[in-house]
């Protein structure tokens, strides 16, 4: 059975620190890494996305991946108020496989 | 630009009756996916559509039906609907199936 793992929170950060969301995989063919943001009661929008092992930065969100240790990160510096959602971790290798997500809480 | 369209967006059915639910996209995207999420378990794939002509069962393929209706247009059927089908059903687009998804507004379906 793949898996993919996310702690479920929740993880409080102060406003203006560095959120860090973990996300661990079991299957080491997996190609595809994605991070999505999901506000209570709305579908999911797309955060990030990477393929490749090492460091993705898009604004205030980097995306970090190691696929020989099979985990992917998503930081989030100068977190606001407005981060605090629930943060999903999906991974591609022949499906696409949903973590059940982490909720993060930006303490103002 | 509507991107990711499903209709409709709330529905109340009775055990045994049946329904479709209906999504489209305007992004000229290749696959299609229906999803469903509950609470504490996350999104799970039911069917998939990777290019127009084809679908594949997901995770949770069981008590549902889907149809490729043309390029635009991926619909979910609930033949006989069972109060364990009560969820938050999402349409999602992609270019490919190793691409970003976006993601519809959800039809939350609640069956008594």
């Known amino acids: 059975q793949k898996e993919v793992e996310q702690n479920s929170g929740p993880l409080s950060v102060p406003e203006g620190a560095i959120a860090s969301l973990n996300c661990t995989y079991s299957d080491r063919g997996s190609q595809s890494f994605f991070w999505y943001r999901q506000y209570s009661g709305k579908s999911p929008e797309l955060i990030m996305f990477?393929?490749?092992?090492g460091d993705k930065e898009d604004g205030r969100f980097t995306a970090q991946l190691n696929k020989a240790s099979q985990y992917v990160s998503l930081l989030i510096r100068d977190s606001q108020p407005s981060d605090s959602a629930t943060y999903l971790c999906?991974?591609?290798?022949?499906?696409?496989?949903f973590g059940k997500g982490t909720r993060l809480h930006i303490l103002p | 630009n509507a991107g990711v369209t499903q209709t409709p967006k709330f529905q109340v059915l009775k055990t045994g009756q049946s329904m479709t639910l209906q999504c489209a996209q305007d992004m000229n995207h290749n696959s299609m996916y229906w999803y469903r999420q509950d609470p504490g378990m996350g999104l799970r794939l039911i069917y998939y559509s990777a290019s127009e002509g084809t679908t594949d069962k997901g995770e949770v393929p069981n008590g549902y039906n889907v149809s490729r209706l043309n390029k635009r247009e991926f619909s979910l059927r609930l033949e006989s609907a069972a109060p364990s089908q009560t969820s938050v059903y999402f349409c999602a687009s992609s270019d490919g199936t190793d691409q970003p998804q976006h993601f519809g507004d959800g039809t939350r379906l609640s069956i008594l």
């Open positions: 999906a991974v591609r290798d022949d499906k696409i496989i």
């Open positions: 990477i393929y490749s092992n």
